[in-house]
DNA sequence: GATGAATGAGCGTTCATTCAT
DNA sequence: GATGAATGAACGCTCATTCAT
C-alpha cells in the first residue's frame, strides 16, 4: 500500500518535470506568448487538465524556467585559491554571460521582460531582487580583492560593482538587440583587458 | 471649400492624436499585450473601427510610442567645436540616458521589450536596427575624436564602441530594475573619469 | 444654367460609368465578396460615399456586370453563308471554349463561381440568365439548319441545345478541374465528329 | 475505465455530428458565406469553441457535407449482371446526378467551387482529384463493356469517357446555374438515347 | 453631387481554464 | 491523479453603410 503511494509521487514528480522541460523547450524556441497550455501538454505527452494538476495558473510555470545558475558564481569564483584577482573577475564575468547564452535567447528576452520591472524574487531564503543580488556578487567579488590583498582599500567598490554589473546588463541586451550575433561571454576576457584593468591600476596593491 | 476640408482635416489630426495619446496612456499604464484596440479606441472615445482608420495594425501604434530624440545626439556632439574629446563623450553619455529618463520608466520598459528583439527601424531613409544605429553612432564619436588629433590611430574603435554602448545600456536596464532608483544620467561623468578615461590613456594623442 | 445642368448629368453619367468598369474589372479578377466597396471607389477614383450615390446597396451593381464576348457568337456562325451546319457548330463550339480559355483560367474558375448561381444579367436590353443566353444561342444554330434546310424538322432542338451546351460547360469545367490538361477547344471537333455527327444522322436532310 | 471512456467518445462523436448536421442546415438554407461559425455552434447547442475542438478552420466543415457517395457507383454498375451494357451507363450517368441532387444546391455550389481547383483528395487510400476519379470510373464502365462482349475493341474508350464526364458535370452545372430548374438526372436517359446511343452504334458487338 | 471620417456589428479564431468522468 | 471535451470571453480586424460638411 504505501509502495503504491510512494509510487504515485514518484510518476507525479516525473510528470511534472516531463511538463517543466516541455514548456522550458517550447517557451525558449517561441517565446512564452506564444506557446498554449495545449501546446506545452501535447510536447510533454500529458493531457491539458494534467498541466492545471501542477500549475494553477499558465503563468506559474515561469517560475520554474528561470533556473539560471549563476546565484552561486559569486561564491565559487572567491573560492579559487589558486586564481588571482583578474581571474576571478574574468570567471565571473565570462561564466555570468555563458549562463544566460546557455538558456538561449528567447528565455533571455522573457527574463529581462520580467526583470526590467523589479520583482522580488526568493534566492536561498532571502528575498531580493535580481538587481540587489547581482549588485552584492559583484561587490562582494571586489570586497574578496581587497581582503585578499590584491586590492587596496580606497577602491570604490559601491561604483564600480554598478559599472561592471551594468556592463555585463548589456551586453547581455546587445546579445538579444542583434539575435545573438554579439556574443558577450566572448567579450568579458576583452572588456577585462581593455577597459577594466587599466582603471583598477591605480587600486592596485603591491 | 478649402476651409471646409482643412477643418476636416484638423479634426481627422485631432482624432489621430487623441488615439495615440490614448494608447500612450494604456500601454504605459499595462503593456502593449494587456491593451486591446478596443479599449484603446474607448478610451479615446472612438469606436474601434477608426483606430483602424489612422494604423493599419494594431502594432503599428508602437511605433508612435517611441518618440526618443537621441537619434541627432552624436551629429550633435561631434559638430561641438569648444568642447574636447572627453566633453564630448561625457555630454553623448548623459544625454542618451537623460533622453530616456525623460519619457519615462513605463514607455523605457515597453521600448525595452520591443527592441530586445532585433526590430528593423526606418531612421532618416535608412534602415537599421536600434543597436546599429548606436553602435554606428558611438564609433562616430571616437573616430571624430582620431580625426581631430585626439586620439592616436591605433584606438580600437570598434570594441570600445561596444563596450561603452553596453553600458549605456546596461544603466539603462539597471534604472528600469531599481525602478529609477539607480539614476544612468547622474552616473556618467562618473563612469567617464572613473572607467573609461584610464582605459582610454594609453590612445592618447601629444 | 440649363448647360450647367447638362454637364452635370454628364459627369454624373460617366462617374457612374467609371465605377461600373471598376467594380467589373475587380469583381471579374477576384470575386464578389473578395471586393469591397472601397476597393471599388479606389478604382474607379471617386469616394466610398459616391458609390452610394449611385447604388444604393453593394449588390446593386452586381447587375451592372456581364458582358462577355461570345454573345455575339451564335449570330456570327448563323451569317456564315459559305460554311455547312456542321462547320458553324463545330465552329461555335470552339471559339465558345477558345474564348474562355483566352481571358485564363483564373477569371474562368472565377466566372463559375459568380455564374452557377442563376444570376441576372442584362444583354442587349433584354434580361437573361448566362445559362438561358446560351440556351437561346445554340438553339438559334440548330434552327438556322432547320431554317436552311439541313436539318429536318423533327429534330429535337430544345435537347439537344441542352445536352450540347451542358457538354461545352462540361469542357470548360474539366479545364478547370486539371488545371488546363484537358483543353476544351481542341476536344470540341472531336466531339462533333464521334458523338454529335452520328446522333444528327436521323435528323439529316437529303 | 473502458467503458466511460467508450461513453466519452460516443459523447463526442454525437456532439461532431450534431454540428455537421447543424453546418449542413444552415449552408444548405442560407450558403456557406452567409452561415458564421457562430450560427453552426448554436444551431448545434455547442459554444463556438467546440466548433473548433472539431474542426480546426470553418472551411474545414465543407468536406464533411459532401458526403456524396458516387464513388461506388462504377463498381456497383459493373457489378450488375442482370443489366445490359446500356442500362449500366444509363444507371450511373443517372445515380451521378441523382446523388448530387440528393446533398442539395447549395452544397453542389459549394462543391463546384471547392473542385474547380485541382484539390487533391484522398479515396480509399488513394489520393486522386475528383477528375481523375471520375474520369477512371467511366473509362472502366467502357472496358466493362469491352470485357463483356458488348462494344468491340476499337472503341475510343479515353475519348468517350471525357465526353460523358464533362456531359454529366455540364448538366451539373446547368442544374446549379437554372437554381434546379434543369433537373440533370431526369435528361439521363434521354441524353443517352438520342445522343450516345447512335454515337455507340458503330462500336457494338455483334 | 462629392467627400471621407466615423461607425459598430460582425467575423473567424484562440486559448486559459473547468469539470464530469 | 489523469483525462480531454467543453466553455465562452476576448481578440484583431473588416467593411457596408451613414452623414455632416
Redesign the pocket.
Known amino acids: 500500500m504505501e509502495k503504491k503511494i510512494k509510487i504515485?509521487?514518484v510518476?507525479?514528480a516525473e510528470?511534472r518535470k516531463r511538463i517543466i522541460s516541455a514548456a522550458k523547450k517550447l517557451i525558449t524556441e517561441n517565446g512564452f506568448?506564444?506557446?498554449?497550455?495545449?501546446?506545452i501538454?501535447k510536447e510533454a505527452?500529458?493531457?491539458?487538465?494534467?498541466?492545471?494538476?501542477?500549475f494553477?495558473?499558465?503563468?506559474d510555470i515561469i517560475e520554474e524556467l528561470n533556473q539560471v545558475n549563476f546565484y552561486r558564481l559569486a561564491e565559487i569564483a572567491n573560492e579559487m585559491t589558486d586564481k588571482d584577482f583578474d581571474d576571478r573577475m574574468k570567471y565571473y564575468c565570462r561564466e555570468f554571460l555563458a549562463e544566460i547564452e546557455r538558456v538561449g535567447i528567447a528565455i533571455c528576452r522573457q527574463w529581462i521582460r520580467n526583470n526590467i520591472a523589479p520583482v522580488k524574487m526568493v534566492i536561498s531564503d532571502r528575498e531580493t531582487t535580481k538587481y540587489e543580488h547581482d549588485y552584492i556578487a559583484m561587490r562582494s567579488l571586489l570586497e574578496e580583492g581587497v581582503r585578499r590583498g590584491e586590492l587596496t582599500d580606497g577602491v570604490p567598490v559601491g561604483e564600480l560593482a554598478l559599472f561592471i554589473n551594468a556592463q555585463l546588463y548589456g551586453l547581455m541586451v546587445a546579445w538579444c538587440m542583434t539575435d545573438a550575433s554579439v556574443i558577450g561571454s566572448e567579450k568579458t576576457d576583452l572588456f577585462y583587458e581593455t577597459i577594466l584593468k587599466p582603471a583598477l591600476m591605480p587600486y592596485r596593491q603591491g
Open positions: 504515485r509521487q510518476r507525479a510528470t506568448e506564444n506557446v498554449s497550455v495545449e501546446d501538454a505527452e500529458v493531457s491539458t487538465g494534467s498541466f492545471y494538476t501542477y494553477k495558473r499558465k503563468e
